[in-house]
């Protein structure tokens, strides 16, 4: 596959990644941008034992840590904001709701462990399938379902916890 076609083809999952990472066009945007433009330094050591777009948003996702470290951001990988999932379709009371859920679950998801919080943030960010996450870490797509589950269940815990406090 040429490079210009890699591009054509991942550049909106990797975008669509950082976005919800970050939270922010403009920075997505850039990352996305030194994301392709190290792949296209890299492509030749890919030795294909990942899909690429696992590959590329592993870059994407340490091209991002290296930025916000540049930026002399306090923020860290746990105090980034998650996804805003409020629909434009809700009412306005439905979207105060959605959006209280949304900081509840990003509290929680704070609070638990690796491997768990990082296999909960590829599945649901980057729209990772099991068995990608599996290559990712050099497991099988079994042991990413149950880590995911895991992590689902640790968050809901957290919230459970959180609601009776």
Not at 38 to 45: C, E, L, R, T
Not at 46 to 53: A, N
């Amino acid at each position: 596959m040429e490079f210009e076609e890699i591009y054509k083809t991942y550049f909106k999952p990797v975008y669509n990644y950082i976005l919800r990472l970050s939270g922010n066009e403009h920075i997505a945007e850039e990352i996305t941008s030194d994301t392709f433009f190290k792949a296209m330094k890299s492509i030749k050591s890919f030795r294909g034992e990942c899909d690429i777009r696992v590959w590329l948003c592993q870059i994407a996702k340490n091209a991002y840590f290296s930025y916000l470290k540049k930026s002399s951001r306090t923020e860290s990988f746990d105090a980034v904001k998650l996804y805003d999932f409020t629909s434009p379709d809700a009412s306005p009371e439905e979207q105060m709701s959605q959006k209280d859920e949304s900081e509840r679950i990003r509290r929680a998801l704070h609070d638990i462990e690796e491997p768990y919080k990082e296999v909960f943030m590829w599945r649901v960010f980057g729209e990772l399938s099991f068995k990608e996450i599996g290559e990712l870490y050099g497991k099988t797509d079994n042991w990413a379902c149950v880590t995911y589950h895991r992590a689902r269940k640790m968050i809901r815990l957290r919230m459970e916890e959180q609601s009776d406090e």
